[in-house]
């Protein structure tokens, strides 16, 4: 048994000024960059995020500009796994991270925790 829930929408960015992009996505979104967070370091800058919702993270990209959603699990092999069931497909696998692609064409990646008090709101899957 393991859980997991949407943790992050991440804004990619294929720019070479990540502060422009964020202070755009803060003023679109209503959520000013978080300076702070241990995350807004090198290609990355976190929003500030209201308890219980999805963390929005600018990053900073070679690829094409995209979105993509994280979902966070206490157990990554057991939810590739389970996403795997689903159709999903391994993309890479990094240290901290798998990157997998849906049925559709989707990347997401499944990341460890990030959010306080997880589980609240995750599913629970045998």
């Known amino acids: ?28 979104l209503g959520r000013a960059v978080d300076h702070e967070h241990p995350a807004t370091r090198g290609n990355y800058r976190m929003l500030e995020t209201p308890p219980d919702e999805p963390i929005v993270q ?35 696998r990094l240290e901290r991270w798998v990157v997998m692609e849906a049925p559709t064409g989707q990347r997401f990646c499944v990341v460890r925790i990030q959010r306080p008090g997880f589980p609240k709101n995750a599913n629970q899957w045998k």
């Not at 943790?7 to 803060?26: G, H, K, M, P, Q």
């Not at 500009?65 to 391994?90: C, F, M, Q, Y």
């Open 1 to 28: 048994m393991h859980y997991s829930r949407l943790c992050a929408l991440l804004i990619d960015c294929n720019t070479s000024d990540v502060d422009e992009a964020a202070a755009f996505w803060a003023a679109a």
């Open 58 to 92: 600018i990053q900073r990209v070679e690829h094409e500009s995209r979105v993509h959603i994280d979902i966070e699990t206490d157990d990554i092999p057991a939810e590739i796994a389970r996403l795997e069931n689903l159709g999903a497909k391994v993309s890479k």
